[in-house]
Each structure stands twice: as C-alpha cells, then as structure tokens.
C-alpha cells in the first residue's frame, strides 16, 4: 500500500501523518510538494491539517489551485482514495472535491481538545473496519472547523448517508455541548457521493499510539489500508 | 479601473464575529445596532477595454477565488481611472 502525504505551504501535519503511517503502522509513504506536478502510483493520498497559505483569504482557497492539485482531482474522480484532514478538509471543500464549507466556530475561540466522534457510516474504505455507532476519542485543534452546507445539500448528505463522523459526548449522543466548533447536525467529517473522497476536522494522525492518548485514530487508517488490499467488507 | 470588492456572509450561514461586535456595542451604550453582520472588503485595479469586460473579468474573480459562493456573497463597484 502506497500512501502520499501533500505538503502546502504552511502545512503543518505533514509530518505526523508521515510518521504515524510509517513508525506506527509501518506503511510506505512518499510527500507530495504542492509546486509539484501529482506523479507517482498512490492507493490513498492525505491532505494534512495546518494553514496552507497563511489561511489567507479563506482556510483553502489558494491551496486549491495549486499545481499538485489539478492531478490529485483527476486521481480523485477516477476513484483514487483521498483523506483530508482539518486544513486538508477545508481544501477539498474549496476545491468542490466535498460539499459544503467550513467556516469560524461558532464560539470564535480556537478549540483544542479531544473529541468523541461516533461512526455513522461503515461502507466507505475509510470506515469498513470500524462499526457503526462505535465511538473514537480523537483530538481536535482548529479556528475554522464549523461545517455548513446549504438545507438541500444537507438533505443530499443525509440521503447519501455521506455523513461518516459526528460530535457525540461520551455516551454515544449528539449534544449541542458535545459539538466543539457549532457544526451543523454535529457533523465532523463527510465524504463524497462516490464514497471515495473523505474529510474530517479531527486529527486521526495524533492518535496512533498509545503514548499520545490513544489509538483510536489509527483503525481509520487500518481501514484505509484494509480496504485498498481488497479486504473491505462489502458494500452494504 | 479601480474595483472595490465586498463580501459577505450569506443569510443563514452563522456569524459569530457579527454577534460579538454585536455585543460589544450593546455593551459600549450602541443599543439601537442590531444584524451586524462582518464581512470582507477587497481593492484592486484591473487593465480591460471596456466597462462591460471588467465587470465579467471581476465576476471570474469572484466566483473562482475571491468568494466561496457555498458560504459567501459579492457585490462590486467599478470606478474610472488608477486610483488616487
């Protein structure tokens, strides 16, 4: 399994996903320069979190038009897997790759802090080898992680069942005060209709070892990589 | 020709910075102020040929960079000459 790893400008999370999928899950990872034309054989490919552009203008809206990028849409809408989180999700929103938007939390406070999320959706290679309703402690640390979409996107989201992750507290529950950023319907991470695209403001990156408060993050990972060695479960 | 570029929040998409300016001039005696909203303000000078042919280039601009039409709205001005 071949991952790529896209590092922007003001990238940040580059490293950690880089070295969480290669020290803690011993996978084969390559960085992707954003000035770079996208070349190489990837099964999955990370947009990481951070502030590509100094979030300058809207979180994304450069990132989205950089050269690496116009590959990475071609690989995307062929089928070709792509992970975006936190900075990485804003720029799939951006870039039209996800519905929807993400804008300043509701509390203008910049949250960091870990997070429950509960499972929604488990027919995605993002998800296959998790359950549904299952909870996972990750850590979120974002200014701009509000997501929105329009009422009829949401409709077409929730009819999609595109909706993979949401905020719960600790007993499984979607509270308003379990939601860190004001997210509509306390959603922390989307896919694509494809279910082939997934975005997410949590950081699954900063939680594959035990030594950083959890693992909860790596069993996405684990079902990516499931997934593109042909052992997802089956579509349900 | 100079172009003045405002954008805003569309209706419906939450704006906690317009509420907590909101709330400080509630707080600073302002009571009358209400649906303050925050937004973004843009100059810039285009070269074009004609008045009609900036204005699509701008309308490009917006609708490709400038604004997310997802979240945002735009308007703009054009005015004559380069500026001050």
């Given at each position: 399994m071949r991952w790529g790893v896209i590092t922007f400008p003001?990238?940040?999370?580059d490293h950690d996903v880089f070295d969480s999928l290669k020290s803690e899950l011993g996978q084969k990872v390559k960085f992707l320069w954003?000035?770079?034309?996208?070349?190489g054989n990837f099964d999955c490919v990370v947009l990481p979190g951070g502030f590509s552009y100094?979030?300058?203008?809207?979180?994304?809206a450069m990132a989205?038009?950089?050269?690496v990028m116009r590959g990475l849409m071609k690989f995307a809408q062929s089928g070709g897997r792509v992970l975006g989180v936190c900075n990485g999700f804003q720029i799939l929103c951006e870039s039209g790759l996800l519905p929807g938007a993400l804008v300043r939390n509701a509390g203008l406070q910049f949250v960091c802090q870990q997070v429950h999320l509960r499972v929604?959706?488990?027919?995605?290679p993002f998800t296959g080898g998790l359950k549904k309703g299952q909870l996972l402690r990750l850590p979120v640390k974002h200014g701009e992680g509000c997501y929105y979409a329009d009422p009829k996107t949401l409709e077409g989201l929730r009819k999609n069942r595109q909706i993979l992750l949401r905020y719960v507290d600790a007993k499984g529950k979607p509270t308003a005060s379990a939601n860190p950023n004001g997210s509509l319907d306390n959603i922390a991470g989307v896919c694509n209709q494809a279910r082939n695209v997934f975005g997410l403001m949590p950081h699954p990156e900063d939680a594959c070892s035990q030594l950083l408060g959890?693992?909860?993050?790596a069993k996405i990972f684990k079902s990516i990589a499931a997934a593109c060695a042909g052992k997802a479960r089956p579509h349900a | 020709m100079r172009v003045k570029i405002f954008i805003s929040l569309k209706n419906?998409?939450?704006d906690p910075q317009g509420k907590a300016i909101e709330r400080s001039l509630h707080t600073l005696?302002?009571?009358?102020?209400?649906?303050v909203r925050a937004g973004k303000y843009l100059e810039l000078a285009v070269d074009a040929p004609s008045r009609p042919a900036a204005e699509a280039r701008v309308r490009e601009m917006c609708d490709k960079l400038l604004a997310n039409t997802v979240i945002e709205d735009y308007r703009f001005e054009l005015s004559d000459g380069d500026g001050d």
């Open positions: 003001g990238s940040c999370d954003h000035k770079d034309e996208f070349a100094g979030d300058y203008l809207r979180c994304g989205r038009f950089s050269p929604e959706e488990t027919d995605t959890g693992d909860d993050g | 419906g998409v939450l005696g302002f009571d009358e102020v209400q649906d």
